[in-house]
């Protein structure tokens, strides 16, 4: 979210005016970079409660800027201790001044927010870490705030007044930042639809919006922050290219305080019509969304919904006129057949009131536009449902999203293995206890992934470290090392403790990939200079290292690098375009293998597994045959049958396969997904 900036003595005015539109033009209230952003920094170091203190608030501190409306705040490097939604999981917690509503983020939700809050009416928020002793350690800095004051919009009127109702219709949501209108339809996981030119970064939707401040026109109250999810930027499929060519399709975070997605909550949503049909005069269209106001209607209803129902003028192409009352925040909202309550398309633009624009109708994207059917037959992020297995052995922790997941070799395509709300610099495997270690930029802080479950837990802050950026496996001896990519300085580390200890003096230059061949014993790491990175190889027992050889001409930010039992290949990985390479261990030359389909960020761990057949469970079905209950390497008729046996007997051990305590259709199901994988 971009945002016009202020630094926190810079004045406290908050009043906003927006120019009016001479044009048929998008029907956006509020442009994000206008709206004021206070910079300053506020931080409570790292903090843990006290042994037997229970679960305490271990740090508190009030955020206040004066004479706003309301407030949202921005956050970096946040940790929040221990598993999330457990009892020991530390949790942020802030509260308003003003009328008292409640957010609590895990580290989870930290990251589906992408470090921000909800929005929160009033001028001051308390903002407080509650965690356990056996949390561990936590910090949190808020680096600012966007706050808000008043607005003022012009209107797209049709017929010279505004007849919009009041309405309360939770299938419409309203679209911040940037005021528009969202609403919830049937696809297969009520997923949510607006105008290609409303969403930004750090979407959120809201529903049950309370009417405005009525003292003037523009200042907008907010839901609590049970109304309010935050999108999923992976799920955003939009296009922003005029009239007729302005929609957008996503999905949202369940809501971080009951768990829920709006269709969950409200239990309501639109049918999405698979056309538009053609205009006539037995047709009208409703309009229901979260339009601006201004005098003689009263100023409580301004960006609150309302509803209206106006004549469907005209089907061009995927062009849809009509004459249903729209301001600004109208933008977004879903075009209703009235007659069939079936949607067709998307309000975007205004027309009606403004004298050079032909005809003089406010119109929208029909849902027959192309690339809008073409993005609802192939969804994404949240909009997918419940993530498919990993496909292993290559492992990525975390792209821009906080998020760690495998990369398909072959094609590319990244699929979701945790949710860890916090950016992972390093990862290694280590084959003997089926675990991936994980160290966090923020801390730093020592995690382990397991490879068969994906469970996640904290080990603990590393100690003795300023910073690790790489970690490297070595299973021989049983030794986690890691590299500070500002100095080299080489490290072991603890897997118990999370203790670090140096090897030797660091020779410096930015060691940003470590990874350990196990087939020969061979420490490697990659050297992200600029212009060009080179492959070099440590002394385990001095810390020491000599370079092999440059990955190529010009080549450099290789941040992730893994070494590959199963093909005895060594892997890195370049932000820079995305690109998964095999190394030549010899000459450090870097060849291409494929393209990851997932922004990496800056600073990313790779890991390497092992190949696993996860449906191969028996070699026999017989209880009496000594294979029976014994993986033999082969997914075939008797590890389905076998696993028959284990669901109906309700095996937790066996047949609980997404491991939630529970064994259900859902194990059912990712068993069916598993035993198509095979081998």
Not at 100 to 127: C, K, M, P, R
Not at 168 to 190: E, K
Not at 607 to 622: E, V
Request: proline share 6%.
């Amino acid at each position: 979210m971009h945002a016009r900036r202020i630094s926190a003595a810079a004045g406290l005015a908050l009043t906003l005016a927006f120019a009016g539109i001479a044009q048929a033009t998008p029907d956006v209230p509020i442009n994000p970079e206008d709206i004021p952003f206070y910079d300053f920094e506020v931080s409570s170091g790292l903090v843990r409660a006290e042994r037997g203190d229970g679960r305490t608030v271990v740090w508190a501190r009030e955020i206040h800027v004066p004479e706003a409306g309301w407030l949202r705040l921005q956050f970096e490097d946040v940790l929040l201790g221990g598993a999330p939604g457990s009892d020991d999981g530390a949790i942020l917690r802030i509260t308003s001044l003003h009328d008292g509503a409640l957010q609590h983020l895990n580290q989870v939700h930290i990251g589906q927010w992408q470090e921000t809050s909800a929005y929160f009416n009033g001028d001051t928020v308390l903002v407080e870490i509650i965690a356990s002793h056996e949390s561990g350690h936590n910090q949190v800095t808020v680096v600012g705030a966007w706050a808000g004051g008043e607005m003022a919009q012009p209107e797209s009127i049709c017929g010279g007044s505004d007849d919009r109702e009041l309405s309360f219709d939770n299938r419409a949501a309203r679209y911040l930042p940037a005021g528009c209108t969202a609403w919830i339809f049937d696809d297969a996981f009520s997923c949510v639809g607006s105008a290609g030119h409303c969403v930004q970064a750090n979407g959120i939707i809201q529903f049950n919006v309370p009417l405005s401040s009525g003292a003037s026109f523009g200042q907008i109250n907010h839901p609590p922050p049970e109304d309010q999810y935050a999108v999923d930027p992976e799920s955003m499929q939009m296009e922003n290219s005029g009239v007729g060519q302005d929609w957008a399709y996503f999905g949202v975070f369940p809501n971080s305080e009951t768990g829920l997605r709006p269709y969950q909550a409200y239990g309501v949503r639109y049918q999405l019509s698979l056309t538009a049909p053609t205009h006539g005069p037995d047709k009208n269209i409703r309009i229901t969304g979260f339009g601006t106001t201004s005098s003689p209607v009263d100023p409580t209803w301004y960006l609150a919904q309302k509803t209206h129902v106006g004549p469907y003028d005209l089907l061009s192409g995927s062009i849809i006129y009509h004459s249903a009352d729209t301001t600004g925040g109208n933008s977004g909202s879903a075009i209703l057949w009235e007659e069939e309550n079936i949607v067709i398309g998307v309000h975007s633009h205004a027309g009606c009131g403004l004298g050079s624009v032909n005809p003089p109708a406010n119109r929208g994207t029909a849902i027959n536009r192309s690339t809008w059917r073409q993005a609802l037959d192939s969804p994404q992020g949240v909009c997918q449902g419940p993530p498919p297995p990993p496909k292993r052995p290559l492992f990525i922790g975390t792209n821009t999203q906080l998020r760690v997941g495998s990369i398909d070799m072959d094609t590319g395509r990244f699929i979701q293995a945790a949710e860890m709300g916090l950016n992972i610099r390093g990862m290694a495997f280590d084959r003997n206890s089926d675990l991936h270690f994980m160290a966090s930029g923020v801390g730093p802080v020592l995690y382990s992934m397991h490879d068969k479950t994906l469970e996640v837990e904290q080990i603990g802050t590393i100690v003795g470290a300023p910073r690790i950026d790489s970690l490297a496996y070595d299973p021989i001896s049983d030794t986690l090392y890691g590299t500070d990519m500002t100095s080299g300085q080489l490290f072991t580390i603890d897997t118990q403790t999370a203790a670090a200890t140096p090897v030797g003096v660091g020779q410096g230059g930015s060691v940003a990939g470590l990874a350990f061949d196990a087939n020969t014993g061979t420490l490697y790491g990659a050297r992200d200079m600029f212009p060009n990175a080179f492959l070099i190889e440590f002394d385990t027992t001095d810390g020491s290292y000599t370079t092999i050889g440059s990955l190529g001409s010009g080549f450099w930010n290789i941040d992730g690098l893994a070494w590959c039992e199963d093909g005895d290949s060594l892997i890195g990985v370049n932000d820079f375009n995305n690109t998964v390479y095999e190394i030549d261990r010899l000459t450090g030359a870097a060849t291409a293998i494929t393209v990851a389909q997932t922004a990496l960020g800056p600073t990313f761990g790779l890991s390497c597994s092992l190949p696993r057949c996860f449906a191969d469970f028996t070699g026999s079905t017989d209880p009496e045959d000594p294979a029976y209950g014994r993986p033999d390497g082969v997914v075939d008729a008797d590890d389905f049958f076998y696993f028959l046996q284990m669901f109906a007997a309700g095996n937790r051990v066996i047949a609980d396969l997404n491991g939630d305590g529970t064994v259900d259709a859902d194990d059912f199901f990712l068993f069916l997904d598993l035993f198509a994988q095979g081998c």
